[in-house]
């Protein structure tokens, strides 16, 4: 049991989410770099697999590889065991992304100084804040010239509705930054530069504020206005409060330069102290504790085809109680079937290594056989465990699919049912219609581009696509016979799900309010629950 304990608290898994070129890869690097986990920065992925064009994404996907590696990461540092998860952002956002938070327990908002609060960081805040995850915000880039620091805390309260404590906070000015105080500590660490982009570990100059050899490397001008800053921050900003942290409702800050390596080592120290090991997880029947000893864990993510020339399938998992051994058998209880995990898998910069034992927190791949789905529960006995549901995005642009090559059509409905279990995509069709064509649904319009890339690759079948002007969608819960009524509206769609739950698509707010005033006996839902067949 202690040995459960000890290495539950230990352990820190969180998501780093920003928007694209705000530093995540290179920050992320430098975590490694500081972990001991990598020698020199620059290995983890070339940078040219991080130009966000399409063409070489597909690149990326082709040397799945690198996309799975990418998926999770794992180090220990300073007697913390480190699983960092992967939420790209760009075009390669997609539902993924999202999916991917609900096995994190905390989250690092990186911001780029110059940028503030960029698109993807509000979509992916949001979740975070839905989840009430614990939010750490890192300034990063403070190296150039950029935005001032109140300026940015002012940013996070307007936009995001979060009050910020800075931990660290820059001394300088605006694109000549010499350092940072840490409040907490009340220590000054001044900047130390090679200009080799942070290849290597510098040592910087660290102390007191009140020493009085730092009040002369800081210089008198820089000083007083430090003090000054420090003083407004005290009197007029939010005080520290662990709870309020805890509850997602306070975000600690940050700045430093993850290209520089500046800052980066304050914040590591930070982040560890101040931010939880696993939470206890919600199930059904309540909540279950990370140092319960029975082993228990969900899905939330399924990665196919990794390896085309073995055709593989990856589930990935996330361990939200007790221990997990190689050779384990454990209950999966969607299909009601014992399973033993093969090849348990965990990822390290460009190693895949097998597992030998893991605890709550940590993430594994296994083979999945086909059997797995996203958000599906695994746990030791018959016991009736399952995990909350996992939210269902509502998709924002809808495309009609099939298959070009009507000789390919196993092929396509294969695939099409396959990529919809991932949660590729999310799969529609026209009820009285066969499954010759699918309506599918994404929340980025790479989803598309990408589902269209593996029916081609991984199944053989082209595809005719043609998008549909529709943007909102609505799972409808109510009467066979007052569903049916909405079937022919004009400026709508009514679909199925993969479950046969009854889904309609409209163009705009103004014709969903529309439909809602005249089907008073319908409900709307944003995401679904238990609906009744067409
Ligand atoms: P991402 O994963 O969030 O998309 O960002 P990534 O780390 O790839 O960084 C995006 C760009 O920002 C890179 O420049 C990177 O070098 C730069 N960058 C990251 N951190 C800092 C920082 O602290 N200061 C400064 N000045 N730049 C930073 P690039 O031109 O796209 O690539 P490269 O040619 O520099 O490798």
């Known amino acids: ?10 352990r820190r ?3 780093i989410i920003s928007h694209p070129d705000a530093g995540k890869t290179t920050l992320t690097e430098k975590l490694l770099l500081y972990g001991g986990a990598i020698h020199l920065a620059g290995t983890v992925k070339s940078r040219k697999s991080q130009k966000h064009a399409v063409s070489d994404w597909m690149e990326i996907e082709k040397q799945r590889g690198i996309s799975v590696t990418s998926s999770v990461l794992q180090f220990d540092y300073s007697g913390f065991r480190i699983n960092i998860l992967d939420t790209p952002g760009h075009q390669d956002f997609s539902e993924d992304t999202y999916r991917t938070l609900m096995a994190a ?5 990186l911001i780029d100084i110059a940028k503030g609060v960029e698109e993807q960081t509000k979509k992916l805040f949001w979740v975070c804040k839905k989840r009430k995850l614990p939010i750490f915000t890192f300034v990063n880039k403070i190296d150039r010239f950029g935005r001032t620091p109140f300026d940015l805390m002012d940013e996070l309260e307007k936009v995001l509705t979060i009050n910020a404590y800075p931990v660290t906070w820059p001394i300088g000015i605006e694109g000549n930054y010499i350092g940072i105080y840490n409040r907490l500590t009340k220590e000054v660490e001044l900047f130390a530069t090679d200009n080799r982009r942070g290849q290597k570990q510098l040592l910087s100059t660290k102390g007191s504020l009140e020493d009085v050899k730092m009040k002369d490397l800081i210089g008198p001008e820089y000083y007083e206005n430090l003090l000054a800053e420090i003083e407004l921050l005290d009197m007029a900003g939010d005080s520290f409060d662990v709870e309020k942290i805890k509850a997602g409702e306070l975000t600690p800050m940050f700045f430093g330069s993850a290209m520089t390596n500046f800052g980066v080592q304050a914040f590591l120290d930070k982040f560890l102290e101040l931010s939880q ?11 279950i504790e990370p140092t319960d000893e029975n082993f228990s864990a969900f899905i939330f993510k399924i990665q196919a ?3 085309p020339a073995h055709r593989d399938r990856i589930a990935f998992m996330r361990i939200c109680s007790g221990k997990f051994e ?4 454990v209950y999966h209880v969607q299909s009601g079937k014992e399973i033993k995990l093969s090849q348990p898998q965990q990822f390290l910069a460009q190693e895949r290594t097998i597992v030998e034992d893991a605890y709550s927190g940590d993430i594994i791949g296994v083979f999945d056989p086909g059997i797995f789905g996203i958000g599906d529960t695994l746990c030791l006995s018959k016991e009736k465990l399952q995990f909350e549901d996992f939210p269902v995005f509502p998709p924002e642009q809808f495309a009609r699919v099939q298959p070009k090559d009507t000789m390919k059509r196993k092929q396509f409905v ?12 999310q799969v529609f069709r026209q009820p009285d219609i ?15 581009d990408v589902l269209e890339y593996r029916l081609k690759n991984e199944y053989g079948a082209t595809l005719l696509i043609n998008n549909l002007s529709y943007s909102l969608s609505r799972w409808i819960l109510g009467e066979k016979k007052d569903i049916d009524a909405i079937k022919g509206i004009d400026n709508g769609m009514l679909l199925v799900d993969t479950k046969d739950r009854p889904v309609i698509l409209v163009n705009n707010e103004w014709s969903l309010n529309w439909l809602i005033e005249r089907n008073p006996n319908l409900e709307f839902l944003v995401v679904p629950t238990d609906a009744r067949k067409i």
């Open 1 to 10: 049991m202690t040995e459960l304990i000890n290495e539950v608290n230990r």
């Open 13 to 15: 898994t969180f998501a």
């Open 105 to 109: 327990d905390s989250a690092v908002m």
């Open 277 to 287: 090991p696993p939470l206890p997880r919600v199930t059904k029947n309540g909540f």
């Open 305 to 307: 085809n990794m390896n």
């Open 326 to 329: 190689k050779g384990m058998s």
């Open 414 to 425: 294969k695939g099409m049912i396959q990529l919809a279990q991932e949660g590729a995509v």
């Open 434 to 448: 066969g499954i010759e064509s699918f309506v599918v649904g994404t929340v980025g319009s790479l989803q598309l």
